[in-house]
């Protein structure tokens, strides 16, 4: 089995900064695309930014600029960095990554979440 560990949530003001952190570990083979995702309450869940194994990325318009994806395959982790953020960043944050794992099937991951508070 595969998991996926968030972590670096919490609370912030507006204009301040966080970077969360998935470890994916498990009987992983290899791993795609990984990315953010956000979810505030009563809303769905939204795309934030998602990078390929090659390392090319993609943003959401209202994070562009302000937010940066990245990964560092050796440790199968992807990292958010959060800067300038504004109360409607508020969201639980949710990791995902596509693993093949040691039985050579691929699926798609997800972690549990970490929540991202922004007070105005």
């Known amino acids: 089995q595969v998991q996926l560990v968030e972590s670096g949530g919490g609370l912030v003001q507006a204009g301040g900064s966080l970077r969360l952190s998935c470890a994916a570990s498990g009987s992983i083979f290899s791993i795609g695309a990984m990315g953010w995702y956000r979810q505030a309450p009563g809303k769905q869940r939204e795309l934030v930014a998602d990078t390929t194994d090659g390392g090319n990325t993609n943003y959401a318009d209202s994070v562009k600029g302000r937010f940066t994806i990245s990964r560092d395959n050796a440790k199968n982790t992807v990292y958010l960095q959060m800067n300038s953020l504004k109360p409607e960043d508020t969201a639980v944050y949710y990791c995902?990554?596509?693993?093949?794992?040691?039985?050579?099937?691929?699926?798609?991951?997800w972690g549990q979440g970490t929540q991202v508070t922004v007070s105005s």
């Open positions: 995902n990554a596509n693993i093949r794992t040691t039985s050579r099937i691929y699926s798609l991951w």
